[in-house]
């Protein structure tokens, strides 16, 4: 297989219970594998069961939290990791560290390194240290003078880029349109050289 890891990112968004990773529960996963020259090549999303969820009020409200359906779609964590790797190593040699890409990112990494701490599993020996955030790179957007200074949020990034996102706060919904922010801002990138 052709070396990707200069071409090549998996694009990553969490559905959480809260914002402490030690804490809250993580409910899902949605990964979108995206490459330079082919673009958006497969995407997957796992949802994680727990014996005991612990979700915020606000959480609940920000991601419709339903514990019946989750549940019915729902595996266990050990079971996710497995398929979570055999997933990404269908698309990135085994020898090599994945790099990891998204919006506001060390979030999704933190729940990320987390859960698999909790499998006795070691985030580090799988994904590289590197990632590209879509925040910064609009925020350097912004600094450069290349786009308005009224994008303060993702949501502010998806209308001024025109991305419409089919489900909010759904972690593959995200995840797809986050890599849509991420293509038109390299456009935009390559249309000012």
């Not at 996963?29 to 612990?54: C, H, M, N, P, T």
């Not at 190593?89 to 979030?107: C, E, K, M, S, W």
């Not at 957007?141 to 759904?170: K, M, P, T």
Request: charged letters at 25%.
């Amino acid at each position: 297989m052709k070396n990707h890891s200069n071409e090549r990112f998996a694009f990553i968004d969490t559905e959480t219970g809260g914002v402490l990773p030690e804490k809250h529960s993580l409910l899902s996963i949605g990964i979108v594998i995206w490459d330079l020259s082919e673009g958006i090549i497969a995407q997957k999303e796992f949802y994680i069961k727990s014996k005991r969820y612990i979700v915020t009020k606000e959480a609940k409200k920000i991601n419709k939290f339903d514990r019946a359906w989750h549940d019915k779609v729902a595996e266990e964590p050990s079971i996710v990791i497995e398929k979570l790797l055999s997933f990404l190593f269908d698309y990135f040699p085994r020898d090599t560290f994945i790099p990891l890409a998204g919006h506001n990112v060390q979030f999704d990494i933190n729940f990320l390194k987390t859960f698999f701490k909790k499998q006795n599993r070691s985030y580090n020996q799988y994904f590289s240290h590197r990632v590209i955030d879509t925040y910064s790179v609009y925020k350097t957007l912004i600094l450069s003078n290349l786009i308005s200074e009224n994008i303060n949020s993702s949501h502010d990034a998806f209308s001024y880029f025109n991305i419409q996102v089919a489900q909010r706060h759904n972690a593959l919904s995200d995840c797809t349109a986050t890599v849509k922010l991420y293509e038109s801002m390299i456009n935009l990138i390559k249309s000012k050289s």
